[in-house]
């Protein structure tokens, strides 16, 4: 059978709303970051990306905060929608030759009509 | 807009069998990786693979994975002998270079 999965970290919010998702990641030398959304069944898919000399960065509804200090980024999404209901993942690369991109735990954002 | 395709979407395979999985990454992008997530869990790193080598590989890609590139287009990953914890969507993806990674929608493999 099917292993049983972690319970993913999950934001209920009303539709309309103001969205905050919270990432910490582990790497102090990475230095570009990357937001994806993955509805079911489907693959990452890119929302926004920042590099580390920039604390922060603006999108469409989409705004993502880095702070190196604590090694911490957030995802911002304005007028949240019941489209925007997906898994929403923060990715950092390690850097160096490789651009390996190491994907953290993942939220679950759960938009309420 | 360009995109990763990944086939099949589906694949069942007994124990102990070798699966094959495919991927077309886009076309002018230089490097190439596959990832896994089990079941409700985070995508984790398998392999990266640029000019025709792996670059790194994660402590999950034992003797029993290999990954080829058999032509311009094509990027596979191969399992020789598949267990039942081997049961995950594997994701491929690709990138030209410092910039954001472009998945595939993956193939979700079951082993029996």
């Known amino acids: 059978g099917e292993s049983v999965g972690l319970h993913l970290p999950t934001l209920s919010v009303q539709e309309g709303d103001n969205s905050i998702i919270n990432c910490a990641y582990s790497n102090s030398a990475s230095d570009y970051f990357i937001w994806y959304k993955q509805e079911s069944g489907k693959g990452p898919q890119f929302i926004i990306d920042?590099?580390?000399?920039?604390d922060k960065r603006q999108g469409q509804r989409v705004t993502v905060l880095l702070n190196k200090t604590v090694k911490h980024l957030s995802l911002q999404i304005a007028a949240t929608q019941p489209g925007d209901s997906a898994v929403y993942f923060c990715?950092?690369?390690?850097?160096?030759?490789?651009?390996?991109?190491?994907f953290g735990t993942g939220t679950l954002l759960a938009v309420q009509p | 807009e360009p995109e990763v395709t990944q086939t099949p979407s589906h694949q069942v395979t007994q124990m102990g069998q070798e699966v094959i999985l495919r991927c077309v990454p886009i076309s002018n992008h230089l490097y190439f990786y596959w990832y896994r997530q089990i079941l409700g869990q985070k995508v984790e790193f398998l392999v990266s693979f640029y000019n025709n080598e792996i670059s790194e590989k994660s402590e999950i890609f034992d003797d029993q994975f290999s990954v080829e590139r058999p032509d311009g287009s094509n990027f596979t990953l191969k399992i020789r002998s598949t267990k039942l914890e081997d049961s995950a969507m594997y994701f491929c993806a690709s990138v030209q270079e410092d910039s954001p990674l472009h998945f595939g929608n993956g193939t979700r493999l079951t082993v029996t």
């Open positions: 920042i590099r580390s000399n920039m």
């Open positions: 990715a950092e690369f390690y850097g160096g030759a490789t651009n390996k991109l190491i």
